[in-house]
């Protein structure tokens, strides 16, 4: 459509009649406007690759201009600096644009410190100061896009990635022998010990029921659910539903998944390698492996995933048309991209603009929660999460491997033990129980109805097993656990005790008796344990007064009133 409102504006039909004057009169005079002007760009390409007119002039389009700013001298060390980096060229260019806010305020607080020769150990405790109490918006060269943001201090992660930018750029220049060495970047620019105590990674774990539906949606995607422009689709569902998958199942992150290959699924049974639709063994005794690309924190590496995820790749690359090779730009390679489609590649933010939402829509759930919006990276710490707190879990080991992780220090951030894992470890460690047991107690309620309690008759009969101790405060008595057998003891063959079991107005309770160190070994640890606390309370004076070696106790003798200690739920009236 466009390349014929061309011929028809300059009245011929010849493509060499298309002239660089007529692509300028056409953006002169807004001719074309809206996703037209994109394809008018191309077409002037194609026009001009043909020889009959001249490039479309480059534009940063809807991009500022360049950064700029600070003095002259500063802004030529760091673009210096720019053009021999090594880093990638994202690293670069946000720290170029740190440098430069540096340098503003260099131009604005420290004129004198213009030149990096002239920076000293004091300029860089200055310029440290000053950042710890910036606001969002200071010595920035626009400030379109910080909305509501601006005024507020400074995160900590902000000053920490503008210190690091700064030591990046003082010990390269040391390093290249550009500048002398008055001072260590190391430890002049070393992040303060306040800002480095906020930092942390902190993946935001998405709530169980929000992921149980939000894979409902993606299992369940239908080419209504896909959105649509006046043209239509703009991607083949197939695309779009390999795409979700492997957001939901691979727990990559989403430049990984922009970047992966043809042919990045393998399927293998005993260790065979099989074609994804083989009839001939059950899909539950095949593996599905993913081949993932070099990426952030390592080289390439496979990893197991559910065969839904390689059954949707596999429908994808079926109907997927010849793509021109790709320069991935991480490694540099020519490869065959597995997400790309009219010569160009699925785009690393399409996931979050695009796909999340879409699943939000359809799964009925808001697009963000208390930790913020669900983002693409939030899937990867939400099913690392799930793997390590599954009925038989993964060790940390496994799932720094399954991860991609370099270190296991990186997975212990992402292995959140979830809140009902974490309850029922506590509950199963019986901490409670371990420092407490209940023990029966009858209550004679005619003597506190007929007031002989107040006279000081026993009401309160503990059950030890083999006899029953009267003492008011039980749970105080050092003993109680290895009775003296002091004249608050009634054994239970004696008169006394059977005439107390006859009675009819009894009520049996039950208390709870904190136990010390002595005493819970006596529980858990067997007779050694008894005979230690035997010989401990040897001389110590029982409720009644004599001590049990007074009592002519045996300090060897085997008294298991834990016997009649009883663990678990107090007994019903």
Avoid at 3 to 15: A, F, G
Avoid at 246 to 269: D, K, Y
Wanted: proline letters at 6%.
């Amino acid at each position: 459509m466009v390349v014929c409102q061309l011929l028809l504006l300059n009245r011929s039909p010849h493509l060499e009649d298309l002239d660089t004057s007529l692509f300028d009169r056409v953006r002169r005079e807004k001719i074309l406007d809206g996703s037209r002007l994109y394809t008018l760009h191309a077409t002037q390409r194609a026009v001009a690759e043909l020889g009959f007119c001249d490039p479309p002039q480059p534009t940063t389009g809807r991009h500022s201009a360049r950064a700029t700013g600070g003095a002259k001298t500063w802004e030529q060390w760091v673009d210096r600096w720019h053009a021999t980096s090594t880093l990638t060229p994202g690293a670069r260019g946000g720290m170029r644009s740190t440098l430069l806010r540096v340098g503003r305020w260099i131009a604005a607080e420290q004129p004198d410190a213009a030149d990096p020769t002239d920076w000293t150990r004091q300029t860089c405790a200055t310029w440290i100061a000053a950042l710890d109490r910036m606001k969002v918006g200071d010595y920035v060269q626009r400030t379109a896009g910080l909305g509501d943001r601006l005024g507020k201090p400074l995160e900590a992660a902000t000053k920490a990635g503008q210190i690091t930018a700064l030591r990046t750029f003082f010990r390269d220049c040391q390093e290249w022998e550009w500048l002398p060495r008055r001072f260590d970047p190391l430890r002049a620019l070393a992040i303060p010990r306040s800002i480095t105590a906020l930092l942390g990674p902190d993946p935001r774990v998405i709530a169980d029921e929000v992921w149980a539906k939000l894979l409902w949606a993606g299992l369940n995607l239908e080419v209504a659910d896909l959105p649509q422009a006046q043209a239509g689709h703009f991607y083949p569902f197939e695309l779009v539903r390999a795409v979700t998958l492997t957001w939901l199942f691979s727990g990559q992150r989403s430049n990984e998944i922009a970047r992966l290959r043809v042919g990045c699924i393998r399927w293998q049974h005993d260790g065979a390698p099989i074609t994804g639709d083989s009839q001939q063994v059950l899909a539950r005794d095949t593996v599905c492996l993913l081949d993932v690309p070099p990426h952030k924190t390592g080289t390439a590496f496979s990893k197991p995933v559910d065969p839904i995820l390689g059954q949707a790749v596999d429908a994808w690359q079926a109907v997927l048309p010849d793509q021109p090779k790709f320069t991935d730009r991480r490694t540099g390679e020519r490869v065959d991209l597995l997400f790309a489609i009219r010569a160009r590649r699925v785009s690393t933010h399409y996931i979050n603009n695009t796909i999340i939402p879409m699943l939000c829509r359809k799964a009925g759930v808001p697009d963000a929660d208390v930790r913020g919006n669900i983002t693409s990276h939030r899937a990867r710490s939400t099913i690392a999460s799930q793997l390590y707190n599954a009925k038989e879990p993964m060790t940390l080991f496994e799932l720094q491997a399954w991860l991609g992780h370099r270190s296991p220090q990186s997975t212990q951030y992402y292995a959140k033990i979830t809140p009902n894992a974490l309850s029922k470890a506590y509950s199963e460690a019986g901490y409670f129980e371990r420092n407490v047991r209940t023990i029966e107690v009858l209550v004679d309620r005619d003597a506190v109805a007929s007031g002989a309690a107040a006279t000081g008759e026993p009401w309160q009969h503990y059950d030890l097993g083999h006899g029953y101790c009267t003492y008011t405060f039980f749970e105080q008595c050092q003993h109680r656990m290895a009775c003296a057998r002091c004249d608050f003891y009634t054994p239970k063959d004696s008169t006394r005790a059977q005439l107390l079991e006859a009675k009819g107005n009894l009520q049996k309770m039950a208390v709870s008796i904190p136990l010390n160190e002595d005493e819970q070994a006596a529980v858990t640890d067997g007779q050694s344990a008894l005979d230690r606390l035997l010989d401990r309370l040897a001389d110590t004076p029982t409720p009644a007064g004599p001590t049990p070696r007074q009592l002519d106790v045996p300090a060897g003798t085997t008294l298991l009133p834990i016997l009649g200690v009883r663990q678990g739920k107090a007994p019903q009236a």
